[in-house]
């Protein structure tokens, strides 16, 4: 019974310090930045939110302008309509930050972006290897336009980084499409989720930067 009793006390007397003021300080000491100490404000997390539901958006949209294009379905035109709109509303996200122009800038990147997706789409379906090439460079141009024009816009956001991420899109994209073609439905999956978890990150990377550049608005 002693033993017990004094393995009783121990646990009691470490519960007691762990809820003392010199364990919090020590935890506070411990090498931990200052922030993660921080709660997220309510603001950071509506911008969170936000920017993963348009980017999210985007990577549906996308493949559903994908199913509809290389099946030749009757809703085509009313999905790529809707896809489009998506680069509206990406657009509208960082407007209260860098203005409606700004805001209307990245869309028409971003719908550009679309357009030379279409055609990479129907080339591949169609096996014309020349036009892929030429509208393959056309879009990774289009990517590095997009990085350039970011960055230019928040330090936060370096150049190289946004291509790295923007051409990890392209390249999952693409294997999402090829997988399509071939009928290959388990790759097809597997691409479009790994194209869903990038977008994310993509999104987050975005807004990181933005929490960083006008900490004031949060």
């Given amino acids: 019974m002693t033993g017990k009793f004094m393995k009783l006390v121990l646990v009691v007397m470490c519960l007691a310090l762990l809820g003392s003021p010199l364990a919090v300080q020590a935890k506070e000491g411990s090498g931990d930045p200052p922030q993660q100490q921080q709660s997220i ?87 014309k290897q020349a036009d892929l090439k030429k509208y393959n460079a056309e879009w990774y141009k289009n990517a590095d336009d997009i990085a350039k024009f970011l960055s230019s816009a928040n330090p936060n956001w370096t150049e190289q980084e946004l291509k790295d991420l923007l051409n990890k899109h392209l390249e999952l994209l693409t294997a999402m499409v090829q997988a399509r073609v071939k009928k290959d439905w388990d790759a097809d999956i597997a691409a479009f989720d790994r194209s869903e978890d990038h977008v994310i990150t993509l999104a987050d990377a975005l807004t990181e930067g933005i929490i960083k550049q006008f900490p004031n608005q949060f």
């Avoid at 790529?80 to 657009?91: C, F, H, S, T, V």
């Fill in 41 to 127: 404000k309510p603001k950071e997390i509506k911008l969170q939110g936000d920017m993963r539901r348009v980017w999210i958006d985007h990577m549906v949209w996308i493949r559903a302008y994908v199913v509809s294009a290389l099946a030749g379905l009757k809703d085509q035109d009313k999905v790529l309509a809707r896809l489009m709109k998506n680069q509206e509303d990406i657009g509208n996200v960082i407007k209260p930050y860098y203005g409606e122009e700004a805001g209307n800038k990245l869309t028409e990147l971003l719908k550009e972006h679309i357009r030379i997706a279409g055609k990479v789409v129907d080339a591949t379906k169609k096996n």
